[in-house]
């Protein structure tokens, strides 16, 4: 699946959509560049689920979880993980197919460690249809 969106508040709507549709146990691993909208499309995905706590990546603390919605979501920002054993000793495996929801950013940094049942989401951006304008690829649906 494949949706482009023109502004913020679109990508924001779509990851809403996907939050709203999500179930117990299911793994979102999204990638994409700095500054690409990977927080913006969680923040609608956390809305999606009726968490209405304000959401911020994870990015020193690695996992945020927020648990106020019809589905816990655990939020986690592996971008700054030197390598997989790390994601052992915080317990990663323990979120995956719980009672929640696992939302990954920068998940290709741990892509070995991702069980085959996940959705990967892939943002970009093309400059040449506006600053704007981003492309975001679904797969594993």
């Not at 990508?11 to 700095?34: N, R, V």
């Not at 603390?61 to 000793?89: A, C, K, N, W």
């Not at 070995?112 to 649906?141: C, F, M, N, Q, S």
Request: proline share 3%; with cysteine; hydrophobic share 40%.
């Amino acid at each position: 699946m494949v949706v482009e969106t023109n502004s913020e508040q679109e990508t924001f709507l779509t990851g809403k959509k996907m939050g709203e549709q999500a179930s117990p146990g299911q793994i979102l691993c999204i990638d994409g560049d700095l500054g690409v909208g990977k927080t913006v499309f969680t923040k609608g995905f956390a809305a999606g689920l009726g968490i209405l706590e304000e959401v911020n990546s994870p990015t020193f603390t690695i996992l945020q979880i927020y648990d106020e919605g019809r589905l816990p979501l655990y939020h986690f920002d592996v971008y700054r993980i030197g390598d997989s054993e790390e994601m052992y000793e915080i317990g990663f495996e323990d979120y995956l197919f719980g009672e929640g929801v696992t939302l990954i950013e920068w998940a290709k940094q741990i892509e070995e460690l991702i069980p085959k049942e996940a959705l990967w989401i892939t943002i970009e951006k093309d400059l040449t249809h506006g600053i704007d304008y981003r492309k975001i690829t679904v797969e594993g649906i």
